[in-house]
């Protein structure tokens, strides 16, 4: 499968929004509750990166030919001065076939040219996600927290991975 990684455009809002919406939808059946995940919408989640990326958040999306995953990056929100990976999500219908890695290595070589270290979090539940982060040269660091979504009715147990950048 050719691929390329580009960066994200305003125009690709809508393809986000969409792959944000059904990535979440398989990788956080059981993990989260039903109703939160059935109620997500595509359209609030196009609106939202859509501002992200009129407001030059570092965005990069794979296609294969279309538009089929993103990632989001940029400064450490909550600590020294690292990078930060936000956000990695494929459309479920091409996991597995190496585009992760292709846009997660895109993704560590533009944060390294501008911080020597980078962390993300990781949902405590996710053993897909902690598996791949964990081939990917990420390790537990011992960061924890609790992040409350949709209004406060669901709390989100997350673990922190940090890495040296390239």
Excluded: C
Excluded at 115 to 128: D, F, G, H, I
Excluded at 138 to 155: C, F, K, P, Q, Y
């Amino acid at each position: 499968m050719t691929a390329v990684v580009r960066p994200a455009t305003e125009a690709d809002a809508g393809a986000i929004g969409e792959i944000h919406v059904r990535s979440w939808q398989a990788a956080y059946d059981g993990l989260m509750p039903a109703e939160f995940l059935a109620r997500i919408s595509v359209g609030s989640r196009t609106a939202g990166w859509a501002r992200t990326l009129r407001d030059g958040g570092r965005v990069l999306v794979v296609e294969a030919p279309q538009v089929v995953g993103f990632a989001a990056f940029g400064p450490r929100r909550d600590g020294p001065d690292e990078g930060e990976l936000y956000a990695i999500y494929l459309h479920p219908e091409v996991w597995s076939r190496g585009l992760g890695r292709l846009l997660h290595e895109q993704v560590l070589t533009s944060l390294a040219e501008s911080w020597p270290a980078a962390v993300l979090w990781v949902l405590a539940t996710n053993e897909r996600a902690k598996t791949f982060y964990e081939r990917a040269g990420w390790s537990l660091d011992g960061g924890t927290r609790t992040e409350t979504i949709d209004g406060g009715a669901v709390s989100l147990e997350e673990l922190r991975f940090s890495r040296p950048l390239p």
